[in-house]
């Protein structure tokens, strides 16, 4: 997790680690374009029409995982897939990560504040404010996902309005829409609870089980740790659930059965 101040300076565009490696990258750039260029020499199918350095990928890995999302991602697709409900609908999470993978095998509708102009096929984009005491879509579908969204409702800082309790108003929504036995897919931060404004919320494994004994029977709970490690089907034990899994900034994921 980023701290505060590299946090801060990155809102204005400044990445000391992406600007560091590209300085590192500049000597090996000038170096591999003269001897490209040497070599080159002779090939009239391919010339050098311009010249875009990438100073900094050299010093990256292969895969560089984003934190939290791609492990949540793949799983709760997978169990949607296996499911196979009649109507999913996904509320707020990434349109470019999660979303696009269940549009690649299913139909999904995406719910959001933001608007959202793309003609994507299999996805049907609904603007809605799940904050909204007037929300209309009651016992609408079998399946709802929510993945590392529910923590930024009522912050403001995606255009909602604030709100203290937004997150809980999102989650009453949410349960309004599900059908009887439906399924909820939901992941966000866990660790010490806390607000960090105007990222996001964290909440403990306490309070979320607390909020979720009387609505829904938990199926499976699975967690990626601080160091960004992926652990399926988690035992949530006395001791886990007080410590947070070990977890200061992480990611639960539970599937839950609307009761």
Do not use: W
């Not at 109507?87 to 095998?105: N, Q, Y």
């Not at 699975?222 to 490690?229: A, F, I, R």
């Not at 990611?251 to 839950?256: A, D, K, N, R, S």
């Amino acid at each position: 997790m980023l701290n505060p101040f590299h946090h801060i300076i990155q809102q204005f565009g400044f990445f000391p680690k992406f600007t560091l490696n590209s300085l590192r990258g500049i000597f090996p750039f000038i170096k591999n374009y003269f001897s490209f260029r040497k070599k080159n020499k002779s090939n009239s199918e391919f010339r050098i029409a311009a010249v875009l350095p990438n100073l900094h990928d050299r010093y990256g890995s292969a895969a560089e995982i984003p934190l939290h999302y791609f492990h949540q991602d793949i799983l709760v697709a997978q169990k949607i897939f296996k499911a196979d409900p009649k109507k999913h609908v996904d509320i707020g999470s990434r349109i470019d990560g999660f979303v696009s993978i269940l549009a690649s095998f299913r139909n999904v509708e995406v719910f959001d504040i933001r608007p959202f102009d793309l003609k994507i096929p299999n996805i049907k984009f609904v603007q809605a404010d799940l904050m909204s005491e007037e929300f209309s879509f009651s016992n609408y579908s079998d399946s709802v996902s929510c993945l590392h969204a529910i923590e930024h409702f009522g912050l403001g800082r995606y255009g909602d309005k604030i709100d203290p309790d937004g997150h809980l108003k999102g989650l009453k929504n949410i349960y309004k829409i599900l059908q009887p036995d439906g399924k909820f897919y939901f992941s966000s931060i866990i660790g010490r609870q806390r607000i960090e404004y105007d990222a996001h919320r964290v909440f403990s494994i306490e309070y979320l089980l607390k909020y979720f004994s009387d609505k829904f029977k938990i199926e499976s709970f699975s967690y990626v740790n601080d160091e960004n490690q992926f652990f399926e089907n988690a035992e949530l034990s006395e001791g886990n659930i007080e410590k947070n899994f070990g977890c200061f900034y992480g990611c639960g994921i539970f599937e839950l059965t609307k009761k």
